[in-house]
């Protein structure tokens, strides 16, 4: 592991040498490379989901890993939007002379090398790597055993094109040992690896967390909330909690807990009962809830489970302030919605929320850097420090202050 990374810290160098259009070119021919490798790719893939259906994976699990050419594309479309993002190095973001006559500039830099911990999604392979080489990072990568071949074979073919443009293989990796203990060797490796993003389950935040010596920017659980309040547009709220739930129940910006305003409870809940039961969503309510209509009982348990499936938690509330109250009790920081016509309950919602992303009137399934406008995403962080929110190119960047003197002494 340490001569590994001894490798990719050495590798970093020469992406300073590189420009702009070097790394733009590159990043085009990465993708064209994933079109030309769709069927090897595919075989690869059809590997790890045959795994999955032996190993029992969720539906929402094998969803996140399965591979076809129209995912392919999105993968090679995704790099060469990547590519054509503004240049994030090199950028002098202030600048001032001292009264001491030392002129200061502020300029973005690299943040080195990059360890990314995920699972699930090969997608992420890809975009990290690319998002990596864009930004001049070198990144290391350890994906979850169930997406070994697919991530492998992704790898293969970004490192190929490195190589046929005279790169090191170095600038994408997959850590050489994936196992816990490998695991457990990178993230106290601070000599040569500069910052870690774990994406994935609670478990994998928290022992990430607790154990590692490198800085990390999490990407935690998604505990998302939509709450009804009394002065929504019902149409509105159906379409947008359903969609909050059902349109990808796997990923981590997926509604898991629907909270209805006590003033609309009776009205409300008997008509999302019908659109959630002609989804197929499993229901769990409070006792309110309950005595409107049937549902499974949710606990305090319930309410804190990021379930990545077709489940929900429903809980009446004592309008905003008992919606308020629920999500700071239970949040993970991530994205939060309110329904509704009223500003005053609108603004009030947004002001009181603590999350990477507090909507109006819309789902939290934007929670995305596509969708936000920043191009692929190397994780959504649930940190307040150094980034939060999609974090796109501009959060692989760190800053370093150049200093010009003239002979000046203190």
């Given amino acids: 592991m340490e001569q590994f990374l001894q490798e990719a810290k050495a590798a970093s160098r020469v992406l300073n040498e590189l420009s702009g259009h070097e790394k733009n070119k590159i990043l085009k021919e990465m993708a064209e490379a994933l079109r030309v490798q769709t069927p090897k790719l595919l075989e690869e893939n059809a590997k790890d989901m045959a795994d999955g259906e032996k190993n029992k994976l969720t539906s929402a699990l094998m969803d996140r890993l399965f591979l076809d050419a129209s995912r392919v594309e999105g993968m090679a479309v995704a790099i060469e939007e990547i590519a054509g993002l503004k240049e994030p190095v090199g950028h002098v973001l202030d600048g001032w002379i001292t009264e001491d006559g030392l002129k200061i ?15 699930s999604r090969p997608n992420v392979t890809s975009d990290t790597a690319a998002l990596c080489f864009k930004s001049s990072n070198v990144c290391v990568l350890k994906g979850g055993k169930e997406a070994e071949n697919s991530n492998k074979a992704i790898a293969k073919v970004l490192q190929d094109i490195l190589e046929k443009n005279k790169l090191p293989r170095a600038l994408v990796s997959l850590i050489p040992d994936s196992s816990r203990e490998g695991v457990n060797k990178l993230i106290k490796m601070d000599k040569y690896v500069d910052l870690i993003i774990p994406r994935g389950g609670a478990g994998l935040i928290k022992h990430v967390s607790e154990n ?156 995305d850097g596509g969708a936000f406008g920043f191009g692929a995403e190397v994780g959504i962080s649930t940190n307040k420090l150094h980034a939060r929110g999609p974090m796109g190119i501009e959060g692989l960047t760190t800053y370093k202050f150049k200093i010009y003197g003239s002979g000046q002494t203190r």
């Avoid at 500039?105 to 699972?119: A, C, D, N």
């Avoid at 990545?308 to 920081?333: D, M, P, Q, Y």
């Fill in 105 to 119: 500039e502020k300029v973005s830099i690299p943040i080195g090398v990059i360890g990314i911990i995920y699972e």
């Fill in 212 to 367: 590692a010596t490198v800085s990390v920017v999490k990407h935690d659980k998604g505990q998302c909330h939509t709450y009804i309040d009394k002065d929504a547009k019902l149409d509105n709220a159906i379409a947008i909690a359903i969609n909050a739930k059902v349109q990808r129940p796997g990923v981590c910006n997926a509604m898991e807990t629907l909270l209805v305003d006590r003033a609309i409870a009776a009205t409300a809940l008997p008509q999302l009962k019908v659109a959630f039961d002609a989804a197929h969503t499993q229901l769990k309510g409070c006792l309110e809830t309950q005595a409107i209509i049937e549902t499974a009982h949710a606990t305090d348990e319930d309410y804190d489970t990021e379930y990545l499936a077709n489940i929900l938690n429903i809980k009446v509330v004592e309008g905003v302030e008992g919606a308020i109250e629920h999500i700071v009790r239970f949040t993970s920081g991530h994205s939060e919605a309110i329904i509704t016509e009223n500003i005053s309950a609108a603004e009030s919602f947004l002001n009181a929320i603590d999350a990477a992303a507090v909507y109006v009137n819309a789902s939290t399934r934007f929670t």
